[in-house]
């Protein structure tokens, strides 16, 4: 059984780091797409950051230049590396897996952005 589980979310003050972490167990991802979705109280679920299989990576508007995903196939982890943090950015961020119809998800980590 594929689990997901994220790590790293915590509070924050406006302009801010802070870096997530996904930890895949019970199968080897390294022939998967790996997501980071993000969710803030009362909006739609959105994709922040996307990586393929061989390493592109691809970023939603808003985190554009100031997120970075990256991932290490060696430990079956994807990383989140947030800089420039805005209250905006406060929500519930979720790693997800997926290759074809495959699709896994993790349960999630709060990040705050507040003073």
């Known amino acids: 059984q594929v689990q997901l589980v994220e790590s790293g979310g915590g509070l924050v003050p406006p302009g801010g780091s802070l870096g997530l972490s996904c930890v895949a167990s019970?199968?080897?991802?390294?022939?998967?797409?790996m997501r980071w979705y993000r969710q803030a109280p009362g909006k739609q679920r959105e994709m922040v950051a996307r990586i393929s299989a061989s390493g592109t990576a691809v970023y939603a508007d808003s985190v554009k230049g100031r997120f970075t995903i990256s991932r290490d196939n060696g430990v079956n982890t994807v990383y989140l590396q947030m800089n420039s943090l805005k209250s905006e950015d406060t929500a519930v961020y979720y790693c997800?897996?997926?290759?074809?119809?495959?699709?896994?998800w993790g349960q999630g980590t709060q990040v705050t952005v507040s003073s």
């Open positions: 019970g199968k080897n991802l390294n022939l998967y797409a």
């Open positions: 997800g897996a997926q290759k074809f119809d495959e699709n896994y």
